[in-house]
C-alpha cells in the first residue's frame, strides 16, 4: 500500500485551522491508520489514530478523521509550537508504512 | 513513563555489519510488540522490522530483508538490531519504538545515527 500526503508544505498563522490529506492506494480500515509529529530535531510522537483515539497528552485541537483511502488530520487553533512535519502510518498484512509527510509552518 | 535507549550507531564501510541495542522501561516490555524505524538525513519515515511480544514472529522491510535481524531478549527489556550487509542508502538514524496493538508506534526513542561509507 502506498501512501500520499498533501500538501507537502503548509503555510498558515496562529489561531487558524490546518487540514492535512492522507490517501492510502487501497482501501484500507480506519482502525490501522495513525498520524505523527516531527519537530525539527526531535523523534516523532504519536497523535492520533482510528476512528477518534488521542494519545496521551495530545491536546483536543488534534483530530483524526476519514475512511476508505483518504484520511484526514486536522488542527484547531494553530499555535506556533505546531510547527512541524505530520506523517500518516498505516498498517495492513504484517508490514507498516509512512507517508512521505506534510511540512506544516506557523 | 516509557523510555527507550538506543545504542551502538556509528560509521561504518559499505559491507560492514553493526548492531544496535534499545533498553526499554516504563512498562511491561513482555506485553509488546516492538519496532525499528529509520530516517534518512533530511528525508521521511521508513519502518525497517517489527518483532512479536515473544520474539515469535519477525517482520521486515523489503529493503532491509535477507540483511538485517531484528530480536528481543525479554529477561532484559531489550530490542536488538543486528545489521550486516550495509549499504550507503542504509545510512539514517534509527529509531526503537514500542507498539500499540500491534498497529501504530506509541513511543519513540531519541534515535542513534548509522552511517554507511563507501
Known amino acids: 500500500i502506498v501512501l500520499t500526503q498533501s500538501p507537502g508544505t503548509l503555510s498558515l498563522s496562529p489561531g487558524e485551522r490546518a487540514i492535512l490529506s492522507c490517501r492510502t492506494s487501497?482501501?484500507?480500515?480506519?482502525?490501522?491508520i495513525a498520524w505523527y509529529q516531527q519537530r525539527p530535531g526531535q523523534a516523532p510522537r504519536l497523535l492520533v489514530y482510528?476512528?477518534?483515539g488521542r494519545a496521551t497528552g495530545i491536546p483536543e485541537r488534534f483530530s483524526g478523521s476519514g475512511s476508505g483511502a483518504h484520511f484526514t488530520l486536522t488542527i484547531n487553533r494553530l499555535e506556533p509550537e505546531d510547527s512541524a512535519v505530520y506523517y500518516c502510518?498505516?498498517?495492513?498484512?504484517?508490514?507498516?508504512?509512512f507517508g512521505p509527510g506534510s511540512r506544516l509552518e506557523i | 513513563e516509557v523510555q527507550l535507549l538506543e545504542s551502538g550507531g556509528g560509521s561504518m564501510q559499505r559491507g560492514g555489519s553493526l548492531r544496535l541495542s534499545c533498553a526499554a522501561s516504563?512498562?511491561?516490555?513482555?506485553?509488546?510488540?516492538m519496532a525499528w524505524v529509520r530516517q534518512a538525513p533530511g528525508k521521511g519515515l521508513e519502518w525497517v522490522a517489527s518483532?512479536?511480544?515473544?520474539?515469535?514472529?519477525?517482520f521486515y522491510s523489503d529493503s532491509v530483508k535477507g540483511r538485517f535481524i531484528i530480536s528481543r531478549d525479554n529477561s532484559k527489556d531489550t530490542l536488538s538490531l543486528q545489521m550486516s550487509g550495509l549499504r550507503a542508502e542504509d545510512t539514517a538514524t534509527y529509531y526503537c519504538?514500542?507498539?500499540?496493538?500491534?498497529?501504530?508506534?506509541?513511543?519513540w526513542g531519541q534515535g542513534t545515527l548509522v552511517s554507511v561509507s563507501s
Open positions: 519504538a514500542k507498539t500499540s496493538a500491534l498497529v501504530r508506534f506509541d513511543f
Open positions: 516504563g512498562f511491561t516490555f513482555t506485553k509488546f510488540a
Open positions: 518483532v512479536t511480544s515473544t520474539g515469535d514472529s519477525t
Open positions: 487501497q482501501t484500507i480500515s480506519v482502525s490501522y
Open positions: 482510528g476512528a477518534s
Open positions: 502510518q498505516q498498517y495492513g498484512s504484517s508490514s507498516w508504512a
